[in-house]
């Protein structure tokens, strides 16, 4: 199955956003929130070939999987660059809680001037699954080793959990992020559509774990000569 070509409409429908051509419209665009519902026939595919190479003016791109299949895939960034080039937020949002964090990186080659990278892992009991829904599988990506990047100041992650598939990948981003300012880390947060998290046991958790934050910032830091501030939210 091909790449889809990124169509711009919104409104149930279809309604342009403007009479402007798609590729047009995408070289002047400056901000995206794309909302994917993948189909169980869909494989994962390269943003690149999603884009027209006139769409050099993004600075804000907003990613939902729907706690589903991750429908994109790292690629080269020859192929990416020239895209997000000027992409300074980055959001990723409802990636499923299994998922290896990884290939997440490979957006830190292709995007040099990003400064805020927000990602939220999310698993809830409520979340609606259809037959259509394509099966959940790990992408498998290596950054660089020779990979630094220097603008990125902010990193803010929701669904942290202290285990060590979660503290492995924050220290994958203090080291090639050399200059990173500041990590928060949320934990889960309540769901309107079901109780698997009441305020309640958030509120005893937070009483219980402000003893291990300062376990957690010394797991992250250990070994590193990074001076981010880490916040335990």
């Not at 798609?22 to 901000?31: M, N, P, T, V």
């Not at 600075?59 to 080269?76: A, D």
């Not at 409802?94 to 939220?120: G, H, Y």
Request: with cysteine; hydrophobic share 40%; net charge neutral.
């Amino acid at each position: 199955m091909g790449s889809p070509r990124l169509k711009l409409n919104v409104g149930r429908d279809g309604d342009r956003i403007s009479a402007l051509h798609d590729d047009l419209l995408l070289g002047i665009l400056e901000r995206l929130d794309l909302r994917d519902a993948a189909k169980a026939s869909q494989v994962p595919f390269a943003l690149s070939e999603c884009f027209s190479r006139s769409a050099t003016n993004l600075s804000k791109l907003y990613l939902n999987f729907g706690c589903q299949m991750i429908w994109i895939k790292p690629e080269h960034p020859k192929e990416l660059t020239y895209i997000f080039n000027n992409l300074n937020s980055l959001a990723l949002y409802n990636i499923f809680s299994e998922c290896d964090l990884s290939w997440t990186l490979f957006i830190l080659e292709v995007a040099p001037a990003l400064q805020k990278f927000r990602l939220s892992r999310t698993q809830h009991p409520c979340a609606k699954v259809s037959k259509d829904n394509p099966e959940k599988t790990n992408i498998v990506w290596e950054p660089s080793k020779d990979l630094k990047h220097l603008n990125l100041k902010l990193f803010i992650m929701f669904g942290f959990e202290d285990e060590d598939k979660a503290a492995n990948y924050i220290r994958l981003v203090m080291e090639h992020a050399v200059g990173l300012k500041r990590i928060e880390l949320h934990g889960r947060s309540p769901c309107n559509g079901c109780d698997a998290i009441d305020l309640e046991s958030l509120r005893r958790r937070s009483q219980a774990d402000e003893a291990s934050r300062h376990r957690i910032k010394e797991q992250l830091t250990h070994g590193s000569s990074s001076s981010v501030e880490i916040v335990i939210c």
